[in-house]
Each structure stands twice: as C-alpha cells, then as structure tokens.
C-alpha cells in the first residue's frame, strides 16, 4: 500500500498527493528540474542524448504536475516555462547596453592578408595570434542575464535599439534559462540564432502545401521565425542558438578562452573554433572551412577571425561601426549547374521588362530555385544564354539567384536564342527603348501588370508594411473588382475577403486588423510608398528630410519644385524630372488624396534650420557614428550631405583615414573640421 505522501502512476503520468508539502514540493521540483536542465544540456548542446524520448517525457510530466499543484513554486528559469506565453501584440523596444556592431568583410585572400598587414602595424607586431569561428548565416540577438539567470532577449535592430523577443528566446532549447555556473552581475551574451537546413526544408514544405509564405533562405526564415508575436510559432521551427561572445571577460584573457567558458555556462559555440598563430593559419583555416561548408547541418557564408587577446583588442579599438580587430572572411557564393527551360518577360511597376529564366530546379545556398533574373536585353546578349542552355546560376549575396553564363561544352545546336518582344507580354502596347538601349518599357499606365506591381510594392516592408497582404492576395483584390488602387485597402471589410481563395473568418480578420494598424506612416514611407519613378528608399528619405511635410510638396509649382530639387544631393536631372511629373499628373494626385481621405495620418518630419545653407563633405571613416548617420543627422538640421567636394561646399569632415576629398579641400580653400567638431555643431 502507498503512503499517502507517495505518487500514483496513473497511464505513464505521475500524479502527486494533494497532501505534499510546500516544502516537500519544493525539493522534488529542484530535483526534477536539474535532471532535466541535464538532460537538455545532453541533447541540445552535447548532442549526445542519455535517455530515451519516453523518459524525458516522463520525467517533465511529473514536473508539469507538481508545478500545477504549486503555481508559486513556478519561476521563470523552470524547463517548463520554455513555451506558452501569451501572445504578444507588439515588440517592445530595447536599447542595448553595448552596441550591437557589424564587421567588415574580407572577400578574397588579398583583403584577408591586408587585414592583417593593418593588425600588424596597429600592435606593432609580426605574428597575431588570431581565434578563427564559423559565421553563421543566422539572425543576431542579445541575451541578458542576471545573477545567472535569463532576463531579456533582443535582437540586433540598428546596433543600437533592438525588439524584445524574450518569450520566443525561451523556446530555442539551446539556450540555457539558468547559467550551468554561478554568476554574480549583469552579464550581456552576444550569439547567433540560426535554423538547421533540415528544418528550414521541412517550414517550406509545410508552407507549400498550406499556401502560405515560402521563405527564400534559412537566415530570412530564422529571423522570422524569431519575430513571432505567438512564441509557441518560434517553438516549431527548431531553432538554434550559438554564443560568440559575452560582456564579462574577467575571467579570461582571449576570444579562445571566452569561447571555451561560454560552452561550460551551457551555450553551443561555433564548431572546430581553433586560434591562428599568423596570416597562414588564417588563411587555411577560412579554406577548410569553406570546404567543408557543406557537411554542416546549418547555413554558414564565411569564417570570423578576432584577434584573440582582449587586450590587444582594447588597444587596436574601432573604425566607424565596426571593431578593427575583427574580420568577416566571405565564402564565394555557392554555384549549382542546371538548365535553362524558358525565358519569360516580367512587366515592373514602372513598365520596366525584365527577362526572367525559368529553370529547372536546383538547390543553391540551402534554398530550391527554380528562376533566375538575366536583368536586361544586354545581359542576355553579354553572356549568351539561350533557352536549352547548361548554365552556372548562384545567389548573389547568398540572397538574389543569377546565372553567372552558359557551359557552351554542353551545347547541342538544339539551344533556342532569345529576343526581347516588341510589346508589352501583358497589355499588347508597343514597348519603348530608352536612349541607353538597354531598358524596354511598356508605357501603358493601364497596364494590368503595372497595376499589381504597383500595388505590391506599396504594401511591400519598406513601404507601408502590411502584413498578410500578399501579391496573391493583391491579385485576388483585383480581379475581383475589390480595388482599383492602393487606398482601397483601407476600405475593405472582413466581409468583402470572406469569399476569396484561402481566406477563412480569422485569416480575413489579420488581413483586416493589419491594414488598420499601419494608417500611420512615416512621410519617407508614404513617398516611398507611392512608387515614384527612380525614388529609392534613400531617395524618399531625402525628400522627406528636405520638405519636412506632404503640404509642403503639393503645394510646389513644377518649375519651383524643379529648381528646389537642384539643391539636394544625390538627386540629379533624371530623378527630378521623374518626382515633378509625378506631383503634378492628376491621378497620382487623385490616390494621394483618396489615401488621406480614408484616414492614412503622415508623420511629418521635424526639420531644424539650424545648419540651413551649408553644406558638408565627409571623408575617412568615423568613429562616433557611420557616415550614413551622420549625413542623416546634417539633413535634419537643414543642412546638405553630399559626395564631391566644389568650391561651394561649407564643411569636409576628415575622419581617419581621409581620402583624395581632404587634399581637394586644401587646395580650394573648404573648411576642413574633425568628427568632434561636427558633432557641436549639430548639437549631439
């Protein structure tokens, strides 16, 4: 007979007495969580499993029960508080403690060794000892714990203000909730989440059957998976986590060492991470590892190499926004060989053609293609690619899929050469050659294919960032008869989707409930948004930074407007034409108006006139900011951030390492300021 204080083994399930102890209960759930903890830190970490899936499972059970019977014995570092958070609605901002910085890339052996020339010289030694890792082809986040226990998470953001994904990090089992050894104080965890190539195939093919989103590589779909407003989503896509680095470096002297004490705290580090005595070890390192890239059962696009010793770290400091002691290794984009089945013409939402080759489908870079850009008519005939071709595609940047040209030892005779159409594939109008020779042009603003990308690009994620709206969707909208532009999806209903392919009461509800949610935009957003010919993001940016408000612009005659956007660099005679005929054609003015009326409110920007009528000129690297912030930070004041230095120009800033402009302004008489200086005068 049991004790009343004993278990029941009821169907595999261990139940507890209701008469156990506070304390009784307390004991069993620290003991039933250190197994676990162990048993984790074994599969997940070691990967080197002790006990059957049967006995874990039986094992956090009987924790999940005791725990339901002492819900305030629960805290947060239990194995059972991984999953099941409420969802979230939004991701809370944080600012990191310690910017989150980008390394510069060495693409080839030359720049590797310059590299070190440049190490060399700045720790006036022969021989570095460097500590070569994996570059893992992942989303980077930050973890903060405290008195060895996990309190936020955070991903990188700009470097300098990341989200808050604490409840997804929590689901990744590689990531320790409670550190294996005591640590006092606030300690900062920098690493890598990444999404096994194994579970990347298995996402797309779920999502394949279920019609939903196909991500384009494992790095794309990690960081999503990451930005789950649902952690139980994060929870299914397998992730995992690798640490690189940690703020506390007391206890050890080198990157090697830091490595090692970070696997004895409980985290997964970079695989065969080894320390270099000199360039030639760099070098065979960065080889074998690209080499062997393949046998990893995760994405990688590079080797990192450090200079190992912390101190040597300190003294050789940062350019700009990324570490001097640090180096991206770039891998040479993975090529695959596969055959050109077709080529098709794409019609842009500016009436651009573009060829596109169909081809049979090859794994590259850890993702399926099955198409390829060719660019342009030039393009094609540059590089000779016939539909029938063998041809060498990769991705370009590990993202974009291009083929690099045809294997003309394969050819047969029975290869088709192809011509652009006279006109338009979609519409049937006579297409237009622009002076260059190169682009075609379908100059139909009627055209259907125009239409939809149009309206594509408007929701698109650097535009007004709907969610759930996608170009099958937009397509369905259309052909239904639901939207004639952009500023009808704000008048859309749950009802109206109701009826479409795919969309159920709760899909057509998100549709709805995201569409509400991004009425608010920036105005570089909104001008980005809508579809300006030859405006860019920057370009946007620009305009809104220049204008500062939406009234401000319309309310420019085309000759004022002409002769205002002279005045702002980067933007040159082609580009101004374009912005003046777009504000001044009826039906652009027409949506602008349909947009605001359906209750888009525009985020105008503040501008100071502060550095109004001067101009500046940057050169070298900076220390304090990249040169993109602080030429951001001019605009904002009023003042005019440019590339060429002139006898007009105000300022050239000279950071370190200056170019050929510093020598340009001394001979013209410009005034030349430090980084420091620049930063008084814009009052940072």
């Known amino acids: 007979m049991w004790h009343y204080k004993n278990t029941l083994l009821v169907r595999g399930v261990f139940l507890y007495n209701r008469y156990m102890t506070t304390i009784e209960a307390n004991k069993k759930i620290s003991e039933l969580r250190k197994r676990i903890e162990e048993y984790n830190y074994q599969y997940y970490v070691l990967d080197e499993p002790t006990v059957t899936d049967e006995e874990y499972d039986r094992i956090m059970r009987q924790l999940i029960d005791v725990e339901s019977r002492f819900p305030d014995l629960v805290t947060p570092d239990s194995p059972t508080q991984r999953v099941g958070a409420t969802p979230s609605k939004k991701f809370s901002q944080v600012k990191h403690s310690i910017p989150m910085l980008s390394l510069a890339n060495a693409m080839g052996e030359d720049e590797l060794v310059k590299w070190d020339e440049r190490v060399q010289k700045g720790l006036g030694e022969k021989t570095v000892t460097y500590c070569g890792e994996i570059k893992f082809d992942g989303a980077s986040v930050s973890l903060t714990y405290r008195d060895g226990l996990l309190l936020e998470a955070a991903t990188r953001g700009d470097g300098k203000v990341g989200e808050d994904i604490t409840a997804n990090i929590k689901t990744i089992p590689s990531v320790p909730l409670k550190l294996r050894e005591q640590m006092n104080g606030t300690v900062v965890i920098r690493g890598e989440v990444v999404m096994p190539k194994e579970s990347f195939e298995k996402l797309n093919l779920k999502a394949e059957a279920e019609g939903t989103k196909i991500f384009a590589n494992p790095r794309n779909a990690a960081a999503g998976s990451l930005r789950q407003l649902d952690s139980k989503i994060t929870s299914s896509r397998h992730l995992e986590f690798f640490a690189y680095s940690m703020s506390d470096t007391r206890s050890v002297a080198t990157q090697k060492e830091a490595l090692d004490f970070l696997a004895s705290l409980g985290f997964k580090v970079s695989p065969g991470y080894k320390e270099l005595h000199g360039i030639e070890e760099v070098v065979a390192f960065c080889a074998s590892a690209e080499k062997n890239r393949e046998k990893l059962p995760f994405q990688v696009d ?383």
């Open 302 to 684: 590079g080797a990192v190499i450090k200079v190992s010793d912390f101190e040597e770290q300190e003294k050789l400091g940062y350019v700009a926004r990324s570490p001097r002691w640090a180096v991206a290794y770039k891998f040479e984009p993975e090529t695959q060989e596969t055959v050109v089945e077709d080529i098709e013409v794409q019609v842009g939402r500016t009436g651009a053609l573009t060829p596109v080759a169909h081809v049979k489908p090859v794994k590259v870079a850890g993702s399926l293609v099955s198409r390829a850009t060719l660019h342009n008519k030039s393009e094609i005939a540059r590089k000779d690619i016939r539909i029938g071709d063998h041809v060498v595609i990769r991705k370009a940047g590990e993202v974009i899929p291009e083929i690099v040209g045809p294997l003309l030892a394969r050819r047969t005779g029975k290869e088709k050469k192809f011509a652009m159409p006279s006109t338009c594939p979609v519409c049937g109008t006579k297409a237009i050659e622009e002076e260059s020779g190169i682009i075609m042009r379908c100059p139909n603003p009627g055209c259907y294919a125009r239409h939809f990308e149009s309206i594509v690009h408007f929701v698109s994620r650097s535009a007004f960032d709907i969610e759930h709206v996608g170009p099958a969707l937009v397509e369905q909208l259309i052909e239904q008869k639901l939207i004639e532009d952009a500023a009808d999806l704000f008048s859309l209903t749950q009802g109206d989707l109701l009826g479409l392919e795919r969309m159920a009461e709760k899909s057509a509800h998100n549709v709805i409930a995201s569409i509400e949610s991004k009425k608010a935009v920036t105005l570089n957003r909104f001008l980005y948004a809508l579809g300006i010919p030859n405006v860019g993001e920057q370009t946007a940016v620009d305009l809104a930074t220049h204008y500062g408000d939406l009234d401000t612009i319309l309310a420019q005659d085309k000759e004022a407007m002409r002769a205002d956007l002279d005045g702002i660099y980067g933007i040159g005679e082609k580009v101004a034409v374009s912005i003046t005929t777009f504000f001044k054609e009826k039906k652009n003015i027409h949506v602008i108006e349909k947009l605001l009326k359906v209750g888009i409110k525009i985020q105008n920007v503040q501008v100071s006139s502060a550095l109004s009528g001067k101009s500046f000129v940057i050169t070298g690297s900076l220390t304090k900011f990249s040169r993109e912030v602080a030429e951001e930070e001019i605009r904002k004041r009023g003042g005019k951030a440019g590339s060429a230095v002139s006898r007009d120009t105000s300022f050239v800033v000279v950071g370190e390492s200056p170019g050929s402009k510093y020598e340009k302004a001394q001979k013209l008489g410009v005034a030349i300021i430090t980084e420091d200086e620049l930063i008084k005068m814009l009052g940072m």
